[in-house]
């Protein structure tokens, strides 16, 4: 299809990665130097996020040991309102709201400045909770350690098919909302073979935030911290 | 919070836009022209759309006189696959599905590139149903006569206030899978006094289109073609 806005805009978004890239990369080493594994969580609205970080936060918070002087942090980032923010400030008290405007993504600049408002010394997992949409936050590196996307069972089955940038890119898939399986027509098989058309070694756990399904998987697999190789975050 | 990504990119995407609103202006002009009412839909992904459009179709053909000569169409936006548009293949015979590839949203030359694809002296109702975002497509002015925002009981009571430009520039606003209350904490009140605040306005309907709850009062307002202000539909 001829596209003609589409061939004005490609030297001034080569730029914008460019800049991007780099405050990504200066992100990386500064995590790495503190030891910090740190995860960007990208999903379309509604999938679930905020409510598996609150779960995650509380399960972390209840098995952590006394002695331990490092913990989570979280930035999280929304286009209006702090209520995300609110409602995970009751489970960790290290919570940035990012607040991006119109903005449809986070990019490494706003990482990079939430980052400033933490005491990093005392962080050891930092979860970066992007803005509720499953396309615009794929293309833009952060920084991060791993990639994490999460589609829930209320999207319908076809969403790993549809959205086949995040699928390549994510280093872990979490398929939420798992518990309303028998309330919804959502082939589990249809998903699944789609995720690995796409992704042929990318993990797949079923969760769900409210039962708690799958969550030792999604801590054992956190606590692992895998080594993921940041190139591959690019490769978009 | 300092943006430098931001600043640089204000020019271009002022020029993107200006070259997006001519277009738009000449669909808009050749749709009044053949007395055509267009709907552009937007909302997250899963949030019903298609399936809203193969109820609504279905209804329709049911409803049709056998002496109309003219009938919907339907053009379909989507990153990849073609499955939306065989979908709607199924009750429609004129279905354009457009693939934006990386785009994370359409663009009025879709729509015109897609119009050119229809035979539409046999259209009255044109539905274009936007990429799968609650967030980016907002700002495009397409042409249409109304833009219908679909927000679903599963992605939370809380994301009429996350998305205010939708909510704000939106001339009908859905709330899909209503027939799901019972199985998910989903407050009414909030959603729609969060609707209030940011449009007054605006109609909001509960629908479902597994039970075809509040289908009459779609249909009804599909066939009032409510005149709309399109320069509304820039005040984002």
Not at 175 to 202: E, G, Q, W
Request: hydrophobic share 45%; net charge negative.
């Amino acid at each position: 299809m001829n596209d003609s806005t589409h061939t004005t805009r490609i030297p001034l978004a080569e730029r914008v990665l460019e800049v991007n890239d780099t405050i990504a990369a200066q992100n990386r080493a500064e995590l790495a130097r503190l030891g910090i594994f740190s995860v960007d969580i990208i999903g379309a609205p509604g999938s679930g996020k905020t409510a598996l970080l609150e779960a995650t936060l509380r399960v972390l918070a209840e098995r952590r040991h006394p002695a331990t002087h490092r913990g989570p942090a979280v930035l999280v980032g929304d286009l209006a309102t702090r209520r995300d923010g609110d409602r995970l400030a009751r489970w960790c008290d290290k919570v940035v709201q990012i607040s991006t405007g119109q903005g449809c993504h986070l990019e490494a600049n706003h990482v990079r400045d939430a980052m400033r408002g933490i005491d990093l010394a005392t962080v050891d997992l930092l979860f970066i909770e992007n803005v509720g949409n499953l396309i615009c936050p794929v293309g833009f590196d952060l920084g991060q350690s791993a990639k994490v996307g999460i589609f829930s069972l209320t999207e319908g089955d076809d969403k790993a098919a549809k959205h086949p940038y995040l699928v390549e890119a994510a280093d872990l898939i979490l398929l939420n909302k798992i518990d309303l399986l028998p309330y919804l027509t959502f082939d589990r098989s249809v998903f699944h073979a789609d995720v690995r058309l796409l992704n042929p070694s990318v993990p797949v756990l079923e969760v769900s935030a409210t039962t708690g399904q799958g969550f030792d998987e999604w801590l054992a697999w956190l606590e692992r911290r895998p080594a993921v190789d940041p190139a591959a975050d690019l490769a978009v």
